[in-house]
């Protein structure tokens, strides 16, 4: 068998354009789109995040911008934002990632107007709390899945 260097970089270059294509899908894919889909009740959350609080909630309900739970795909990558009913701008939340390696969250920690992002790493489920100064909590559980 027979060297062929063209042969060889043209495959190493052709797999690298094919992962670099890939993980550019997963990461540039919208909210609404196969990646991720946001939990049911989304609208009520998405009106929090312009300031419009719903009859009946409570001062000191944490929310997320991307729900309570999320599918994402492998190497798929989610942001998102927290916030409190009530809060103010200086509110700390710190989130504990308890998926055992299953994704990536950074920050750890950040206020109402830091972006989260969360990166899959393997298959599987778990969940990561986000905690707030005060003691306020939300579970928010993660699946990770091949499509």
């Known amino acids: 068998m027979q060297y ?20 550019a899908a997963c990461h540039g894919a919208s909210s609404g ?18 300031g419009i ?6 001062q000191g309900e944490l929310f997320s911008s991307c729900g309570d739970h999320i599918r994402i795909v492998l190497a798929g990558i989610v ?22 390696g299953l994704i990536l969250i950074s920050p ?18 778990g969940h990561f709390t986000v905690k707030d100064g005060k003691g306020d909590r939300l579970v928010v559980t993660v699946r990770v899945s091949l499509l």
């Not at 062929?4 to 993980?23: C, D, E, F, Y």
């Open 79 to 100: 942001n998102c934002r927290f916030h409190e009913v009530g809060g103010s701008q200086k509110d700390v939340f710190t989130l504990k990632n308890d998926t055992q």
């Open 33 to 50: 789109s196969a990646p991720y889909l946001p939990s049911s009740g989304m609208s009520s959350r998405q009106s929090l995040d312009r």
């Open 108 to 125: 750890l920690s950040g206020n109402r107007n830091t972006t989260f992002t969360i990166t899959a790493l393997v298959f599987g489920s």
């Open 4 to 23: 062929h260097p063209k042969k060889q970089r043209l495959r190493l270059v052709t797999g690298i354009a094919v992962l670099s294509l890939i993980l």
């Open 53 to 58: 609080v719903p009859n009946g909630e409570e």
